[in-house]
């Protein structure tokens, strides 16, 4: 079979991580990735051995300048490719999407991207078999992914009356710290409910939901708290084997000492984790209260890393080379070193 050629626009925070997961995959092969401007980043890539393709020719010029070796313009780019991962900017993505549609190479966005760029929004679990054979698609972000993963065995199950979920934002990405980001304060939310709550409607559209987010001053990731209202009573064992059941959820304890998001962070880098990167839902267990048809639980989010394994997910989905969901999540989460538990 032949390997699907995937190429990269842009390569941040998300894009080199995708980068990385690619390399793993037996059936892709990794064309390249583009850059306009030659920083630290490109460096790494250049190090790895990854190509690089000028975003323009403007910027061809500057990689060579740097000593970084351009594979070609974005033309060259897109005519070695079947599929692209668009993970640039917010809001880029769908200036760019003209240009793959011409070019017809099929197009995956990210989530900061509107669900109307593409008209249909992907979560492995929920909805892969749907994405099949699109010409393009748009990864959620990283917190509706995992109100996706969390909800998503409830509602499949018909028993998930109403779910309330209040996210405690990270103020930025580690990189950009130096930057922007609250300090000393907490910023509220412009509206309720907070666009996650609907943005995973897209995805699961029965879900009956209301968020409310607000921004706090850390950049380790981010965390929810969420309170379901179930249609019937269960046990807490019962609804802890529910969360289990999703593949990419994994439970933790307070009582390992895993008391705050620094120290399952620093659980990663003790794993050996690359980049530290979770890219699993983490729910605190032992924490997880029932009371009838009542359940309130935290689950921790990276999101620098969550959505990795969606978006490679979207490249079979998309390509059509995998068409059973199962194998294909199997699959990744395999490469990546996905696993029931952390330790």
């Not at 974005?74 to 549609?101: L, Q, R, W």
Request: aromatic residues 6%; contains cysteine; proline residues 4%.
């Amino acid at each position: 079979m032949d390997k699907i050629k995937v190429g990269i626009n842009g390569y941040g925070v998300i894009g080199k991580r995708i980068a990385d997961a690619v390399l793993l995959q037996d059936d892709m092969e990794l064309i390249g990735v583009t850059a306009r401007t030659p920083d630290y980043r490109l460096f790494s890539a250049n190090k790895k051995g990854i190509r690089i393709f000028g975003a323009d020719t403007e910027a061809c010029s500057n990689l060579m300048k740097a000593q970084v070796r351009c594979n070609g313009d974005f033309d060259h780019f897109m005519n070695s490719i079947d599929v692209v991962i668009d993970a640039t900017p917010a809001g880029i993505g769908k200036e760019n999407k003209a240009k793959y549609d011409t070019a017809k190479v099929k197009s995956i966005f990210q989530g900061g991207e509107a669900h109307d760029t593409t008209g249909f929004s992907f979560v492995s679990e929920v909805n892969y078999k749907d994405a099949i054979g699109k010409e393009s698609l748009r990864v959620v972000s990283c917190n509706t992914t995992a109100i996706c993963r969390v909800l998503f065995p409830f509602t499949q199950k018909g028993i998930l009356e109403k779910a309330y979920v209040a996210l405690a934002r990270r103020g930025t990405d580690p990189i950009d710290s130096h930057l922007k980001g609250p300090l000393g304060t907490i910023v509220l939310e412009d509206s309720i409910p907070s666009h996650q709550g609907p943005d995973a409607q897209t995805v699961i559209p029965n879900l009956n939901i209301l968020s409310v987010a607000i921004a706090v001053p850390t950049t380790i990731g981010h965390l929810h708290l969420a309170f379901l209202r179930l249609n019937q009573e269960m046990s807490k064992d019962d609804v802890v084997k529910i969360l289990k059941s999703s593949p990419r959820v994994v439970a933790v304890n307070y009582k390992d000492g895993l008391t705050a998001e620094n120290q399952l962070a620093e659980l990663m880098r003790d794993l050996g984790r690359p980049r530290a990167d979770m890219w699993e839902v983490a729910f605190w267990e032992d924490l997880l209260h029932v009371e009838g048809k009542d359940v309130a639980f935290y689950y921790q989010v990276h999101n620098e890393a969550i959505v990795i394994p969606e978006n490679i997910d979207a490249i079979r989905a998309i390509s059509g080379i995998e068409q059973d969901p199962q194998k294909s999540i199997q699959k990744t989460d395999q490469s990546l070193g996905i696993t029931a538990s952390f330790v």
